[in-house]
């Protein structure tokens, strides 16, 4: 079944060399792509990532030598490894959380955090958002969440980052948990000039930090 030993053993390497480049955690290195080749962010917002291209075409030359170095199976041997380099992050992110992440590195966010917004008065606000985290060491861990804007947004207008406002968002999770976070506030944005006045929006993005370390999730 083995063609080339060699070719083999380089496209490992590669493909090592490959998921390091873009490995998503701490941070999550995908929050600002606007087009992805596996886990890849080909462009964000400041346009084209030379860094991603050249991972992506490493990628490439991975498969190429994995399918020299086999005599058949090839389809299903590109298949397999595609599958197991999407799939394989998700394993080990979990598993260091759980056995050796203490703090903030042992958080996680599922990407699904909500906010809604309502207009109590001129210049007045009240926020409330919904987050949902994981504390996957058994030490409890409290940190500060900050609100991202979307990468997306095109006009100059605060809206998720104005749950900033009114003093730090400090969240403190118990040992092996999985909670749903709410955070309200009455915002006062007299002095803010370009915010949402109502609405709702999702998939939040966020930063934690515990004053010593911080994590884009």
Same mark, same amino acid.
Not at 26 to 45: A, H, L, T, Y
Not at 49 to 66: D, E, K, Q, W
Not at 138 to 149: D, L, S, Y
Not at 195 to 216: A, C, F, L, P, Y
């Given at each position: 079944?083995?063609?080339?030993?060699?070719? #083999?053993?380089?496209?490992? +390497?590669?493909?090592?060399?490959?998921?390091?480049?873009?490995?998503? *955690?701490?941070?999550?290195?995908?929050?600002?792509?606007? %087009?992805?080749?596996?886990?890849?962010?080909?462009? /964000?917002?400041?346009? *084209?990532?030379?860094?991603?291209?050249?991972?992506?075409?490493?990628?490439? +030359?991975?498969?190429?030598?994995?399918?020299?170095?086999?005599?058949? *199976?090839?389809?299903?041997?590109?298949?397999?490894?595609?599958?197991?380099?999407?799939?394989?992050?998700?394993?080990?992110?979990? &598993?260091?959380?759980? =056995?050796?992440?203490?703090?903030?590195?042992?958080?996680? *966010?599922? /990407?699904?955090?909500?906010?809604?917004?309502? %207009?109590?008065?001129?210049?007045? #606000?009240?926020?409330?958002?919904?987050?949902?985290?994981? $504390?996957?060491?058994?030490?409890?861990? =409290?940190?500060?969440?900050?609100?991202?804007?979307?990468?997306?947004?095109?006009?100059?207008?605060?809206?998720?980052?104005?749950? $900033?406002?009114?003093?730090?968002?400090?969240?403190?999770?118990?040992? $092996?948990?999985?909670?749903?976070?709410?955070?309200?506030? &009455?915002?006062?944005?007299?002095?803010?000039? =370009?915010?949402?006045?109502?609405?709702?929006?999702?998939?939040?993005?966020?930063?934690? =930090?515990?004053?010593?370390?911080?994590?884009?999730?």
């Amino acid at each position: 079944m083995v063609k080339n030993k060699l070719a #083999l053993i380089v496209s490992g +390497i590669i493909l090592v060399i490959c998921m390091f480049l873009y490995f998503p *955690y701490p941070n999550n290195v995908m929050i600002d792509s606007r %087009s992805s080749f596996m886990s890849f962010p080909i462009k /964000d917002v400041d346009g *084209y990532n030379p860094l991603a291209i050249i991972g992506s075409i490493l990628f490439i +030359i991975a498969m190429v030598l994995l399918v020299k170095g086999l005599e058949k *199976y090839h389809f299903r041997a590109v298949i397999l490894t595609a599958f197991a380099y999407a799939v394989l992050p998700l394993v080990l992110i979990p &598993l260091y959380q759980e =056995t050796f992440a203490r703090g903030i590195a042992a958080v996680s *966010y599922d /990407d699904e955090g909500t906010c809604d917004f309502e %207009s109590v008065s001129e210049g007045l #606000l009240k926020g409330e958002c919904n987050l949902n985290l994981q $504390n996957r060491s058994n030490k409890p861990v =409290t940190f500060e969440v900050v609100f991202m804007e979307s990468p997306y947004l095109k006009e100059d207008i605060r809206i998720e980052s104005i749950m $900033n406002e009114s003093g730090p968002n400090l969240v403190t999770l118990a040992p $092996n948990s999985k909670e749903s976070v709410q955070i309200e506030k &009455l915002l006062d944005l007299s002095e803010i000039s =370009t915010h949402i006045d109502g609405g709702s929006t999702s998939n939040v993005h966020i930063k934690i =930090t515990d004053g010593e370390s911080q994590r884009v999730l």
